[in-house]
């Protein structure tokens, strides 16, 4: 796929272009969509680009819902958009702590897939983009979506200036630079140290869920978001922000989406450590990031197996959005041999392998291990602990009641 380039911008922006796109649906992808296209009066360099955004479109319907196969792209502006579903919940929670009449400003909007959502949520948009191509594909997209009155854009470098009367600010910056990525707030696009230079105390930051905790600075506070179990984004929230999102010094807290599930406790709790109980539970990895592991455990009346293994033991089968809850069939000392005996006796189709702390290749494992058709699903558990590496066979737990 080609950059976008300010010609091709200027073409769908223009009525020619505007026609083609509303008729884009209909094309099949490759040659013969090229040759359509041409037929119907496309140059070869609008044709591409017509193509273009057929395929990004295709992508976007996964990621944006509907809405995104009316939109326009680059590559990379959508890639970096975040899930829909990850927008609505992030700026739903802002339009409730803000209310309705706030506006904010938006540093860093690229082709809009937030800025839409905040429109969405029913806030009003000041949106800056640095990039001219993406500030023009950011117009286009407000204008299809319909969100002109809600949503304002300015091309420009957001930062080094204040902007009055914003209630609050939001960004989600860049995290590549030169082609390799960051997950350094301070080597970001814009860098937090510049957004916070804006001078709003209300701040939101969308950021890597692998960054690093002890580079947020202390007036932020840091949380993290999964998705189905998938850490979609870390946030870092200030002023009164901080207590709708974030975690308060000290603490951790986790959103767990679809949901909306919030986990939010301490993360200097004393270890709790045991041998295996009736139950495992592999928590949700947003818990995991957010060092809340022994608060779940605390929550669930759960061990850990060894100090340094994010795996959860009880007594009791629980339903928690927090953790996947298994029924333990067997433990001991981790040895193939042991494992596959177990395997072979409890008859398993299949056997997901959760490690932790310990080399080799899960998938590897699993593909070796004696399964036959028909057998229930099994999941182990393989933890280095102090006394050395330690298997445990499960089942998926029956739901309580
Ligand atoms: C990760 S993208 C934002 C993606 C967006 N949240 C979405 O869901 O589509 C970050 C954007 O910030 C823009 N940017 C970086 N520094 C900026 C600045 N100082 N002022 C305005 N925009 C900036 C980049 O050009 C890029 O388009």
């Known amino acids: 796929m080609r950059p976008l380039s300010a010609d091709a911008l200027a073409f769908f922006t223009s009525d020619r272009g505007r026609n083609a796109l509303s008729s884009l649906a209909d094309l099949s992808s490759g040659l013969a969509g090229i040759e359509a296209l041409r037929a119907r009066g496309c140059s070869a360099d609008e ?34 958009a975040s899930h829909r579903a990850v927008s609505e919940w992030r700026f739903g929670r802002l339009r409730d702590a803000l209310g309705p009449a706030a506006r904010v400003l938006e540093v860093g909007a690229a082709t809009g897939g937030d800025t839409l959502a905040l429109a969405r949520a029913g806030l009003s948009v000041l949106a800056v983009e640095l990039d001219p191509i993406r500030a023009g594909l950011l117009r286009w997209n407000v204008e299809a979506a319909g969100f002109t009155e809600r949503v304002e854009v300015v091309e420009g470098d957001a930062t080094g200036r204040s902007w009055p009367d914003m209630s609050a600010i939001y960004a989600d910056p860049a995290r590549r630079q030169e082609g390799r990525r960051t997950l350094s707030l301070e080597e970001g696009s814009p860098r937090l140290s510049a957004l916070r230079g804006i001078g709003c ?12 905790p002890d580079e947020v600075p202390p007036a932020l506070g840091l949380a993290f978001v999964s998705l189905r179990r998938e850490v979609k984004e870390a946030l870092l929230a200030g002023g009164s922000l901080r207590e709708h999102f974030a975690a308060a010094p000290g603490e951790g807290r986790a959103w767990i989406l679809p949901g909306g599930h919030e986990l939010r406790g301490p993360i200097d709790l004393p270890a ?14 947003a818990v995991t990031r957010a060092s809340l592991i022994r608060a779940l455990g605390q929550e669930l009346n759960a061990w850990q197996l060894d100090p340094r293994i994010a795996f959860l033991s009880g007594d009791t089968a629980q339903e928690t959005p927090f953790a996947r809850c298994y029924e333990v ?73």
């Open 201 to 212: 105390a209300e701040l939101l930051v969308k950021a890597a869920p692998g960054l690093d």
């Open 272 to 285: 709790r450590t045991g041998p295996p109980g009736a139950y495992m539970f592999d928590p949700d990895p």
């Open 329 to 401: 069939l067997e433990s001991g000392p981790h040895r193939r041999k042991t494992l596959a005996a177990w395997v072979r006796k409890h008859e398993g189709s299949r056997v997901d392998v959760k490690q932790r702390g310990l080399r080799g290749d899960p998938n590897e494992l699993a593909r070796k291990l004696p399964t036959r058709k028909g057998g229930p699903p099994l999941t182990v558990f393989l933890a280095q602990t102090d006394q050395g590496p330690l298997a445990v066979l499960c089942k998926d737990a029956a739901p309580a009641g």
């Open 47 to 80: 044709a591409a680009w017509l193509l273009d955004q057929a395929n990004l479109r295709q992508r976007a319907l996964k990621k944006l819902g509907p809405e995104g196969a009316g939109l326009l792209f680059t590559q990379e502006a959508l890639e970096q």
